[in-house]
């Protein structure tokens, strides 16, 4: 509907389904592509380890992968395979075999308005 004339902001966990939560709302479900948001960006949490670190989130609020997290995971990379730049993010995220929630990141408040600010150019 007005997808494609309004920016949209995805802030999703730091973890496939996070990502997978991107790609329907991006570009569709399953079923139908009609309802999707073209102009959508995923702005988070997508960072490697590092990052996370810098966030104040320690190893307590890092969760392993499971078995479903990296069959999604493997779907995800299969999906992106000519969009790079989620390519990448998603292969990061397998590589590390590590989540985060963004419940976790809500905690330290000022970091993630700061993250978030950064990302979107101060709209």
Known sequence: MFGAAVAVYLLVDYDPDGAHIFKVYSEGGLNSSSNCL???????????????????????????????????ALRLLRHWKDRPKYRRR??????????????????????????????????
């Open 38 to 72: 073209p102009n959508a960006h995923w702005i988070g949490l997508h960072c490697d380890l590092t990052c996370l670190g810098r966030w104040g989130l320690g190893p307590s609020e890092m969760s392993e992968f499971t078995r479903r997290d990296m069959q999604l």
């Open 90 to 123: 998603m292969a990061k995220m397998s590589y590390y075999g590590k989540k985060v929630e963004l419940e976790a990141a809500t905690q330290r408040r000022s970091t993630l308005l700061d993250y978030i600010y950064n990302l979107v150019g101060g709209l």
